[in-house]
């Protein structure tokens, strides 16, 4: 046997899971509230000692941590066209496990700069031009930036040939030159800049913010949560040598303040009346919705969805839904203790699946032309996607996961939501994924196999 401690610094709890490597199994799981205001250690001693009372004493040859305590990893990213650099600037800045709180698009104005200002970023990632093209916008940008009162670590991923220059305006800044995230029109390129934005949060961010205070009961902390979650997504749907993963999946993660959404897929257009509207969007794809939560964020499942939606969900009276959603808004440790409750908290992970998965899936419009009927596809279409991963504590806990799990997948309602057609459900019940994504980074081939054990899988969908 031989154990590697795994653990998940959360904004909420410590997760701890231990696994032995050389048998590929889970050898218990456990958790404890994160400790983040005094010292993190605490709350990781505690997770460790209900992990003990699973397992036993263990003498862990490896630990490794991932973590979005203390806010997570809190980005902005600046673009040119809002519908191409501006979009590839926050497609890189999600993959590599950020929280986007805003993209902009063209020149900063002085309100936007106030609310840079205002929010403090950990990192910036400044964009804007294919390589050769427009360099107006992103050396504006950058003299706006050279304004701001603190330092911030920027990184600059846009055009090549502006690139220097932007560098010298910002000055003694924290700069970091990445290749352009769009060096052509329509042409992603964002892993290199993802690997920089990974690296500034190993090195300052973890620091910044006091989680290397663990460093005496971890190796490290050696990437961001949800960067860890996409990683272990990337495995499970791909594989790793000869072992094959299970093919393109769609993952929902849905929390108490937001809503995590994972596709692993091309996206290509079914057919070849369908043409390409916007960037081609990556293959392994994140998209974080920060107003849908079932606690913090609970009021921002009632707007997308409405009352009337929510209603017919749960059962409960229409006039009721608003009462009751503000009262959880306002009890956010709130576990429901009767009927009423449990139903509309069932209603509200509905509608929260729903609402972040359309989001995350392409769309589909019709188009008429003079050569006929034409579809604009923006976005990935997921019909073809054969797996959805659902995580989280309000979706591993629930009582009909599955059934909330089913809201995830294509709606005839709704036709131009391009959402996976049939589906079986897969259930993360011991809330392992983003601890295999740690596990993957040394031991990969366990990882995959933990995950195809420990995943369960509850039926197809159609």
Same mark, same amino acid.
């Given at each position: 046997?031989?154990?590697?401690?795994?653990?998940?610094?959360?904004?909420?709890?410590?997760?701890?899971?231990?696994?032995?490597?050389?048998?590929?199994?889970?050898?218990?799981?456990?958790?404890?509230?994160?400790?983040?205001?005094?010292?993190?250690?605490?709350?990781?001693?505690?997770?460790?000692?209900?992990?003990?009372?699973?397992?036993?004493?263990?003498?862990?040859?490896?630990?490794?941590?991932?973590?979005?305590?203390?806010?997570?990893?809190?980005?902005?990213?600046?673009?040119?066209?809002?519908?191409?650099?501006?979009?590839?600037?926050?497609?890189?800045?999600?993959?590599?496990?950020?929280?986007?709180?805003?993209?902009?698009?063209?020149?900063?104005?002085?309100?936007?700069?106030?609310?840079?200002?205002?929010?403090?970023?950990?990192?910036?990632?400044?964009?804007?031009?294919?390589?050769?093209?427009?360099?107006?916008?992103?050396?504006?940008?950058?003299?706006?930036?050279?304004?701001?009162?603190?330092?911030?670590?920027?990184?600059?991923?846009?055009?090549?040939?502006?690139?220097?220059?932007?560098?010298?305006?910002?000055?003694?800044?924290?700069?970091?030159?990445?290749?352009?995230?769009?060096?052509?029109?329509?042409?992603?390129?964002?892993?290199?800049?993802?690997?920089?934005?990974?690296?500034?949060?190993?090195?300052?961010?973890?620091?910044?913010?006091?989680?290397?205070?663990?460093? #005496?009961?971890?190796?490290?902390?050696?990437?961001?949560?949800?960067?860890?979650?996409?990683?272990?997504?990337?495995?499970?749907?791909?594989?790793?040598?000869?072992?094959?993963?299970?093919?393109?999946?769609?993952?929902?993660?849905?929390?108490?303040?937001?809503?995590?959404?994972?596709?692993?897929?091309?996206?290509?257009?079914?057919?070849?009346?369908?043409?390409?509207?916007?960037?081609?969007?990556?293959?392994?794809?994140?998209?974080?919705?920060?107003?849908?939560?079932?606690?913090?964020?609970?009021?921002?499942?009632?707007?997308?969805?409405?009352?009337r939606k929510l209603a017919k969900l749960s059962g409960l009276n229409?006039?009721?839904?608003?009462?009751?959603?503000?009262?959880?808004?306002?009890?956010? #440790?709130?576990?429901?203790?009767?009927?009423?409750?449990?139903?509309?908290?069932?209603?509200?992970?509905?509608?929260?699946?729903?609402?972040?998965?359309?989001?995350?899936?392409?769309?589909?419009?019709?188009?008429?032309?003079?050569?006929?009927?034409?579809?604009?596809?923006?976005?990935?279409?997921?019909?073809?996607?054969?797996?959805?991963?659902?995580?989280?504590?309000?979706?591993?806990?629930?009582?009909?996961?599955?059934?909330?799990?089913?809201?995830?997948?294509?709606?005839?309602?709704?036709?131009?939501?391009?959402?996976?057609?049939?589906?079986?459900?897969?259930?993360?019940?011991?809330?392992?994924?983003?601890?295999?994504?740690?596990?993957?980074?040394?031991?990969?081939?366990?990882?995959?196999?933990?995950?195809?054990?420990?995943?369960?899988?509850?039926?197809?969908?159609?």
């Open positions: 046997m031989k154990p590697v401690l795994l653990v998940d610094f959360g904004s909420t709890n410590t997760k701890v899971t231990a696994v032995d490597v050389e048998n590929c199994c889970i050898l218990g799981t456990a958790a404890a509230y994160t400790t983040v205001e005094t010292d993190i250690n605490e709350g990781l001693h505690n997770a460790l000692k209900i992990l003990e009372k699973t397992t036993g004493r263990l003498e862990f040859e490896e630990r490794y941590a991932c973590s979005s305590a203390a806010g997570g990893l809190k980005m902005i990213s600046i673009g040119l066209v809002p519908e191409l650099t501006a979009q590839a600037s926050r497609e890189a800045s999600l993959g590599a496990g950020a929280k986007v709180w805003k993209t902009y698009s063209f020149n900063l104005t002085k309100g936007d700069m106030k609310e840079i200002e205002a929010y403090h970023p950990d990192i910036i990632l400044l964009t804007g031009g294919t390589d050769g093209g427009n360099a107006e916008c992103i050396l504006y940008n950058a003299r706006m930036l050279s304004e701001l009162s603190y330092d911030c670590p920027i990184v600059l991923a846009g055009n090549r040939c502006a690139a220097d220059e932007c560098a010298e305006i910002l000055g003694d800044r924290s700069v970091f030159i990445c290749e352009n995230v769009m060096p052509r029109l329509g042409e992603l390129n964002i892993e290199p800049t993802q690997k920089q934005i990974r690296e500034i949060f190993l090195k300052r961010i973890v620091q910044g913010k006091g989680l290397s205070e663990a460093s #005496d009961l971890v190796s490290g902390i050696i990437m961001p949560t949800p960067s860890a979650m996409l990683t272990a997504m990337e495995l499970l749907s791909d594989g790793w040598e000869d072992s094959q993963g299970i093919g393109e999946l769609v993952g929902v993660d849905l929390g108490g303040a937001t809503t995590d959404v994972y596709s692993i897929a091309e996206g290509n257009p079914a057919n070849m009346a369908t043409v390409m509207k916007g960037i081609q969007e990556p293959y392994a794809k994140r998209s974080v919705e920060g107003d849908i939560g079932m606690r913090y964020s609970v009021e921002g499942i009632l707007e997308a969805a409405g009352d229409r006039q009721k839904i608003p009462e009751l959603v503000q009262f959880l808004a306002e009890h956010t #440790d709130y576990i429901p203790d009767c009927e009423e409750m449990e139903k509309l908290d069932f209603a509200l992970a509905c509608a929260a699946v729903e609402t972040a998965v359309a989001r995350h899936a392409g769309t589909l419009e019709q188009v008429y032309t003079p050569c006929g009927l034409t579809f604009l596809q923006s976005g990935k279409d997921l019909r073809r996607v054969k797996n959805v991963v659902v995580t989280g504590g309000a979706l591993i806990h629930a009582k009909h996961t599955e059934e909330i799990a089913a809201h995830a997948l294509f709606d005839e309602s709704t036709p131009g939501s391009l959402r996976p057609e049939n589906a079986r459900i897969l259930i993360d019940r011991k809330y392992i994924l983003a601890a295999m994504g740690l596990l993957s980074q040394h031991y990969p081939q366990a990882a995959l196999e933990i995950m195809k054990k420990e995943i369960a899988y509850y039926g197809h969908k159609e």
